[in-house]
């Protein structure tokens, strides 16, 4: 009696979360990226070039890209794989901002108030769907040379706050 009452009330799900249930993917990881452009690379540009010169046709690098102007735009759904890291796409959802190099093309922490507002709101929906995945940056994982996201991503959950 007591097991039927729990399941009962496990099914009452939010309206968001019943969109993501059907996600069959054990996502394991949450990954933070920087785009390695300019932060005022358009979404366009990014897109072509993965067309055009990965070669990954229509399959974005990441599931969900945050802008300069820090619109956050939905590439792909949750339940399909994504180019973000190398020998992990299977178990991760990864998100990215335009920029993180200055203008000489060293790794910077380049994100506006506002994109690391609309940043931090994101992983925050994404822990919601995946409370046992790991938030971390492309350059957490093993045998990545790369500087990518250009800034410490649990540093940055430590200190940053979401005023609302
Ligand atoms: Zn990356």
Same mark, same amino acid.
């Given at each position: 009696?007591?097991?039927?009452?729990?399941?009962?009330?496990?099914?009452?799900?939010?309206?968001?979360?019943?969109?993501?249930?059907?996600?069959?993917? #054990?996502?394991?990881?949450?990954?933070?990226?920087?785009?390695? &452009?300019?932060?005022?690379?358009?979404?366009?540009?990014?897109?072509?070039?993965?067309?055009?010169?990965?070669?990954?046709?229509?399959?974005?690098?990441?599931?969900?890209?945050?802008?300069?102007?820090?619109?956050? !735009?939905?590439?792909?759904?949750? #339940?399909?794989?994504?180019?973000?890291?190398?020998? !992990?796409?299977?178990?991760?959802? !990864?998100?990215?901002?335009?920029?993180?190099?200055? &203008?000489?093309?060293?790794?910077?922490?380049?994100?506006?108030?506002?994109?690391?507002?609309?940043?931090?709101?994101?992983?925050?929906?994404?822990?919601?769907?995946?409370?046992?995945?790991?938030?971390?940056?492309?350059?957490?994982?093993?045998?990545? &040379?790369?500087?990518?996201?250009?800034? #410490?991503?649990?540093?940055?959950?430590?200190?940053?706050?979401?005023? !609302?």
């Amino acid at each position: 009696m007591k097991s039927k009452k729990l399941k009962s009330k496990k099914l009452n799900l939010k309206p968001q979360y019943q969109i993501y249930k059907m996600n069959t993917r #054990d996502i394991k990881y949450i990954v933070v990226h920087c785009t390695a &452009t300019a932060p005022t690379t358009s979404l366009e540009s990014i897109k072509r070039y993965w067309k055009e010169v990965r070669k990954w046709g229509d399959t974005p690098g990441y599931h969900y890209l945050i802008d300069a102007h820090g619109a956050a !735009h939905h590439l792909l759904e949750e #339940d399909k794989i994504s180019f973000g890291v190398y020998a !992990h796409n299977k178990a991760c959802v !990864h998100l990215s901002y335009i920029g993180g190099i200055d &203008t000489n093309g060293k790794p910077k922490d380049t994100r506006s108030i506002r994109q690391q507002v609309v940043m931090r709101r994101l992983i925050g929906d994404l822990q919601e769907r995946y409370p046992k995945a790991e938030v971390l940056g492309h350059r957490d994982f093993a045998n990545v &040379t790369k500087a990518c996201p250009s800034f #410490d991503v649990k540093t940055w959950l430590k200190h940053f706050q979401l005023f !609302h």
